[in-house]
């Protein structure tokens, strides 16, 4: 789907949305205008109008882009830039960014705050683009009447992850399988590693779709991993305590492995991947066994959990 394919589908069932219902108990809505450029500079890809003519909030929407691209995530400063240019110029009391599976709220004008400090409502796991239209002019009649709901700010936090994962997961995945194909060395320790997790990847009976869900799950929690350790540095970047001896974190999107790993050793955190990932396997793994077997004999569960440490003294050896 491209970029126009993706606002013009939201237009087109906000247009709809709009004439079945235009009244929203304190808002009324009067029409939704695609490619609107009229006495602003540029092109915002969706404005919604009320009754009066005026804008009530625009939608900045983004293809899903080919990897790097970081149009696909909602958060991004330069997205949220664009459609906060298009709500100022137009008096809209809110812009929206979207990416066809999240959209994001923000309030326009808020006294005090920078721009990526505003309020946001974040919505993700859209599939019923009608449905959500309809859900979307009601969530903003309710902050219009001062009855909606911002996001908390730990929940504001959260989102942003959640939404940097989503970009940054794929490209996990695709890496992870390039690697594959091209280091042998890579592949017999990531196939090593993933049997004696019990996850079976080398086994004949395990079917490629199965070896691509095992390699995507290993690049989510991967990606998790990578993002902390980012948190992390920023923090200790932004401490009075620390701050001296830690150089500012500055990534190019244009080389962002290479500036990564100017900060990380990267060698060193795929060996922490393997580590952590093979606790939390074989800690679920654990909760498995113990809900297909229940029993209140010590010796029982003795044994089973024995069996998880020699399992983890062999996924040690990777490291």
Same mark, same amino acid.
């Given at each position: ?9 939201l ?7 709009i004439?079945?219902?235009? +009244?929203?108990d304190?808002i009324t809505?009067?029409?939704?205008r !695609?490619?609107?450029?009229?006495n602003?500079? =540029?092109?915002?890809? #969706? ?5 009066s003519?005026?804008?009530v909030?625009?939608?900045?929407a983004?293809?899903p882009g ?5 149009n696909?995530d !909602?958060?991004?400063?330069d $997205? ?6 298009? /709500? =100022? ?11 066809g599976?999240?959209? $994001? ?5 808020? *006294?005090?705050?920078?721009?990526l ?10 599939t019923?683009l009608?449905?959500?239209? &309809?859900?979307?002019?009601d ?6 009447r =001062? ?8 929940a504001a936090?959260?989102? %942003? ?10 490209e996990?995945t695709e890496?992870? %399988?390039?690697?594959?194909?091209? &280091?042998?060395?890579?592949q017999s *320790?990531?196939? &090593? ?8 990847y080398?086994d004949?009976e ?13 690049a /989510?929690?991967?990606a998790?991993?990578? #993002? ?5 540095y920023?923090?200790?970047?932004s401490?009075s305590?620390?701050?001296?001896e830690?150089? !500012?974190?500055?990534?190019?999107i244009? %080389? ?7 900060y990380?050793?990267? %060698?060193?955190? $795929?060996?922490?991947?393997w ?7 074989k800690?679920?793994?654990? *909760? $498995?066994?113990r ?5 209140n004999? +010590? ?6 959990? =024995?069996?998880?440490?020699r399992?983890?003294?062999?996924t040690?050896?990777?490291a």
């Amino acid at each position: 789907m491209s970029e126009a394919d993706v606002h013009f589908e939201l237009y087109r069932h906000l247009q709809n949305a709009i004439e079945e219902e235009p +009244d929203r108990d304190g808002i009324t809505f009067g029409t939704a205008r !695609p490619e609107y450029g009229e006495n602003i500079e =540029g092109f915002a890809d #969706i404005v919604i109008f009320d009754d009066s003519g005026d804008a009530v909030f625009v939608v900045e929407a983004k293809k899903p882009g080919e990897p790097g691209n970081r149009n696909i995530d !909602p958060y991004s400063p330069d $997205v949220i830039q664009q459609a906060f240019g298009y /709500a =100022g110029q137009l008096g809209a009391g809110y812009f929206c960014t979207f990416n066809g599976q999240r959209l $994001v709220m923000f309030n326009a004008f808020e *006294r005090g705050q920078t721009l990526l400090e505003r309020s946001t409502k974040s919505y993700e796991g859209i599939t019923d683009l009608s449905e959500f239209a &309809d859900f979307l002019l009601d969530e903003i009649a309710e902050m219009e009447r =001062g009855e909606g709901e911002w996001d908390a700010l730990d929940a504001a936090f959260i989102e %942003r992850v959640r939404s940097l994962h989503e970009f940054v997961a794929p490209e996990m995945t695709e890496n992870l %399988r390039e690697q594959l194909d091209e &280091d042998e060395d890579f592949q017999s *320790r990531f196939s &090593d590693w993933a049997d004696d997790q019990g996850l079976e990847y080398t086994d004949e009976e395990t079917d490629e779709e199965e070896k691509r869900h095992i390699e995507e799950e290993f690049a /989510a929690q991967a990606a998790y991993l990578l #993002i902390n350790k980012i948190i992390f540095y920023r923090i200790l970047e932004s401490s009075s305590a620390y701050g001296d001896e830690v150089e !500012p974190l500055t990534i190019s999107i244009r %080389r962002v492995k290479e500036d990564l790993q100017d900060y990380f050793d990267l %060698r060193s955190w $795929v060996e922490d991947c393997w580590s952590v990932l093979s606790s939390s396997w074989k800690s679920q793994r654990a *909760r $498995v066994t113990r809900s297909r077997h229940p029993t209140n004999d +010590d010796a029982n569960q003795d044994v089973r959990l =024995g069996a998880s440490g020699r399992e983890s003294a062999s996924t040690d050896s990777l490291a």
